[in-house]
């Protein structure tokens, strides 16, 4: 088939397909107790399963041809690191334009050494004709400051955090390696006139939000959040995924898992940047 663009889009879990509440998919760490003694404890993890068919992704205008870099646990560095790879490889000039939904931040994560063909693989099993779905083996070195879950460090609490983390999330390192890496992604979009759109998955300050001096904010509602400017789809159990936690293997005895969107929440996301877009083609 003949598609009439060749779109590159980045983003995390929430852009890797769907997800389905499963009750019996428990993650636990061994927690030390004040005794001594260790407790598992439900870590936030877990509790849903992936459908890499329905994402947000497939959505998208189905006379375009999507490569789809869905990052779990990344965010503008893997993104930075996939574009550059095209880049030095003279095929980002392939792409009619990159798309990137943009997560919380800062998150900082960095590759494992090799070949990029080596850090993300390819998923076999996405029926919509029209999407090329890879995920990445590069974010297994990493600790996000931040997150929905806020739990261990894989969006570790900060308030828990001990010192240095502390010191490095309110410092300058945390700032400097998102903006860096999004100005490389705006920067070579610039140099190969490739259009650059994006879009907030979430509300977040300014200063942990990557800024892009030549790409397009695409006007839409967070998908993510509650109230003004955002799409009320977080805690609708219509689109999304959340249940509380057993108090007996709970953190504080009051925890809720806080999950991704299903198939219905995904398909809400896409029709509303397939829209957005419509204007800007």
Same mark, same amino acid.
């Given at each position: 088939?003949?598609? #009439?663009?060749? &779109?590159?889009?980045? @983003?995390?879990?929430?852009?890797?397909?769907?997800?389905?509440?499963?009750?019996?998919?428990?993650?636990?760490?061994?927690?030390? $107790?004040?005794?001594?003694?260790?407790?598992?404890?439900? #870590? =936030?993890?877990?509790?849903?399963?992936?459908?890499?068919?329905?994402?947000?992704?497939?959505?998208?205008?189905?006379?375009?041809?999507?490569?789809?870099? %869905? *990052?779990?646990? @990344? @965010?503008?560095?893997?993104?930075?690191?996939?574009?550059?790879?095209?880049? #030095?490889?003279?095929?980002?000039?392939?792409?009619?334009?990159?798309? *990137?939904?943009?997560?919380?931040?800062?998150?900082?994560?960095? +590759?494992?050494?090799?070949? !990029? =063909?080596?850090?993300?693989?390819?998923?076999?099993? &996405? $029926?919509?004709?029209?999407?090329?779905?890879?995920?990445?083996?590069?974010?297994?070195?990493?600790? +996000?400051?931040?997150?929905?879950?806020?739990?261990?460090?894989?969006?570790?609490?900060?308030?828990? %955090? !001990?010192?240095?983390?502390?010191?490095?999330?309110?410092?300058?390192?945390?700032?400097? &390696?998102?903006?860096?890496?999004?100005?490389?992604?705006?920067?070579?979009?610039?140099?190969?006139?490739?259009?650059?759109?994006?879009?907030?998955?979430?509300?977040? %300050?300014?200063?942990?939000?990557? $800024?892009?001096?030549?790409?397009?904010?695409?006007? !839409?509602?967070?998908?993510?959040? &509650? =109230?003004?400017?955002?799409? +009320?789809?977080?805690?609708?159990?219509?689109?999304?995924?959340?249940?509380? !936690?057993?108090?007996?293997?709970?953190?504080?005895?009051?925890?809720?898992?806080? =999950?991704?969107?299903?198939?219905?929440?995904?398909?809400? *996301?896409?029709? %509303?940047?397939?829209?957005?877009?419509?204007?800007?083609?």
């Amino acid at each position: 088939m003949d598609y #009439n663009e060749n &779109v590159l889009v980045f @983003g995390c879990s929430f852009s890797a397909g769907s997800y389905t509440y499963d009750p019996n998919y428990i993650m636990y760490s061994d927690v030390l $107790q004040p005794d001594g003694t260790t407790k598992k404890v439900d #870590n =936030g993890l877990g509790r849903e399963t992936l459908d890499v068919n329905g994402g947000w992704v497939e959505s998208l205008d189905p006379k375009n041809y999507h490569t789809l870099y %869905a *990052v779990s646990g @990344g @965010g503008i560095v893997q993104h930075a690191t996939v574009l550059e790879h095209y880049y #030095n490889k003279n095929r980002l000039k392939d792409f009619d334009y990159v798309l *990137v939904q943009l997560t919380y931040e800062p998150r900082l994560t960095w +590759n494992e050494p090799g070949h !990029i =063909g080596d850090r993300f693989w390819h998923e076999y099993e &996405v $029926q919509a004709e029209n999407v090329d779905l890879y995920q990445g083996k590069g974010t297994a070195r990493y600790f +996000n400051f931040i997150s929905a879950n806020g739990k261990g460090d894989f969006g570790g609490n900060i308030n828990e %955090a !001990i010192e240095w983390r502390k010191m490095m999330f309110h410092g300058m390192t945390n700032k400097h &390696v998102i903006q860096s890496c999004a100005t490389l992604i705006d920067e070579r979009c610039r140099e190969t006139e490739t259009p650059l759109y994006y879009f907030k998955w979430v509300e977040e %300050a300014e200063e942990v939000t990557p $800024q892009f001096e030549h790409g397009i904010c695409l006007d !839409i509602p967070y998908p993510w959040g &509650v =109230g003004k400017g955002s799409m +009320n789809m977080f805690l609708n159990k219509k689109y999304h995924i959340f249940a509380p !936690i057993d108090p007996k293997i709970s953190r504080d005895g009051k925890d809720t898992f806080i =999950g991704h969107f299903n198939k219905a929440g995904n398909k809400k *996301v896409g029709k %509303a940047v397939r829209k957005a877009l419509e204007k800007l083609r």
